[in-house]
């Protein structure tokens, strides 16, 4: 990574400007024209000059507590430029976390001294004059208020590591961020770039902005905006919100309570569920994890349902729907519309009462075995012969036929040319098939 440096007249600038804001006076008159000795040297009775005689308690903790040291300050204003590499040794050599004493003595409720605490990356950027571009930027929520390096907090190159605590308000810049809430119910907002949001412990609210970002709310019952671009929000435990705006949204759903809300024409989106689950409007498509034996049903839109490893049941509802059960014996509807009944493996389908069954084959539908090899004995994947209601004929080609049996019809598939049923498909009620009704 290049190097950075620290504008000493960003920084400079910058101070008087926070300091202007947190303390409501107006310093830039006061500093412009002091020499560097001269603000070093006189600094705190500039501060109480500035403030009507009043109390320059952060530069006195700041100077007590070695967080700054006078003389490396002295040679950075004397030098001009601060490289971030020795900014270690500016403060004096000590760890950074222990800005968090400084901080707690000068502000008796956080960084503003407020209920909450408000951080602003780009004007964390216009305070350093560091173009924060090459810095990863994350923000992690902890007890006490404390600016600190990665790891050992001695490299400000790879990381810069913001904690905060409570409830906080922390907003992202132009850049990929990673911001982390912790503990508290916090308001987080990436802005432009791709970021990830995580709102830990509490009720949070997490706004990706724009660009593909990644929403976690982790505990509580958290909501979460995408914003544009093509975003994925998981709200964790807890009865969450989730509303993705513009892009192909992708939204994790593992509580029975939450709540995935599309816009119109807002993308092609899909959710992911751990439990049984309804698509709701302008969603098209869904995936159930894990394996346990849970159901999906579509809307009105061509959704795309996809089972787990467990015994599932799958409906389409209107639309031209493509279903996968996958694993296990699985209960598949297609509802209204020409709808394709997808197999992507020969373990898709058992045998018996492990067949996967069709409850609704109507004109238009299609059972799709294109995925299952039918001669898994020659180079790349071979088509399956459809052969009506004749019998297996074993020479090593794969083919399909089938028969009624009571009141269904049973595909059976010979996946392997042996002559022997490898997999089947039972199909509720009487129906006259024919190559057409396959896609092989």
């Known amino acids: 990574m290049e190097r950075q440096s620290l504008s000493l007249d960003g920084l400079l600038d910058g101070v008087v400007d926070l300091l202007d804001d947190l303390l409501g006076g107006d310093l830039g008159d006061v500093v412009k024209d002091l020499s560097p000795g001269d603000l070093i040297k006189d600094l705190g009775k500039t501060l109480e000059a500035a403030l009507g005689g009043g109390d320059s308690k952060l530069l006195d903790s700041l100077l007590d507590n070695k967080v700054i040291d006078p003389l490396k300050l002295q040679e950075v204003l004397n030098g001009g430029d601060l490289d971030l590499g020795e900014l270690q040794d500016l403060l004096g050599g000590a760890d950074l976390g222990h800005l ?11 960084l503003l001294g407020l209920g909450e605490t408000e951080l602003d990356l780009d004007a964390l950027g216009d305070l350093t004059g560091v173009d924060l571009e090459a810095v990863v930027t994350y923000v992690t929520g902890l007890v006490g208020a404390v600016l600190k390096t990665a790891g050992e907090a001695t490299d400000l190159e790879d990381l810069l590591d913001v904690v905060l605590a409570g409830d906080d308000k922390l907003v992202g810049d132009s850049r990929d961020n990673t911001i982390h809430g912790g503990a508290g119910d916090d308001d987080i907002t990436g802005k432009s ?94 995936t159930l994890l894990g394996g346990r034996d849970i159901d999906g049903v579509g809307n009105d839109l061509n959704n795309r349902l996809v089972g787990n490893r467990g015994d599932n049941e799958l409906s389409g509802g209107a639309g031209k729907d493509i279903i996968l059960g996958g694993r296990g014996a699985d209960v598949l509807s297609g509802g209204s519309g020409d709808d394709i009944f997808k197999f992507g493996d020969v373990h898709d389908s058992g045998i018996g009462k492990k067949a996967d069954v069709i409850v609704d084959f109507e004109d238009g539908d299609r059972i799709n075995l294109k995925g299952v090899d039918a001669n898994p004995n020659e180079p790349n994947d071979q088509a399956f012969d459809f052969i009506g209601k004749g019998d297996f004929s074993g020479d090593g080609d794969g083919e399909i036929r089938y028969s009624f049996k009571g009141g269904d019809t049973l595909v059976r598939i010979d996946a392997d040319g042996d002559g022997e049923t490898d997999m089947s498909i039972r199909l509720e009620g009487h129906h006259k098939l024919d190559a057409g009704d396959f896609v092989l």
Request: no cysteine; net charge negative.
């Open 100 to 110: 968090e004493d400084v901080l707690d003595d000068v502000f008796d409720n956080g």
């Open 193 to 286: 770039g791709a970021d990830t949001l995580a709102g830990d412990e509490g009720d949070d609210r997490l706004n990706g902005g724009g660009g593909q970002d990644r929403l976690l709310g982790g505990d509580g019952s958290d909501v979460l905006i995408g914003g544009g671009g093509s975003d994925s929000l998981d709200g964790g435990s807890g009865a969450d919100v989730m509303k993705g705006g513009g892009g192909d949204d992708l939204y994790t759903v593992d509580d029975a309570g939450d709540v995935v809300i599309e816009g119109a024409n807002g993308g092609r989106d899909t959710v992911e569920s751990r439990i049984s689950y309804e698509l709701g409007d302008n969603v098209e498509r869904l």
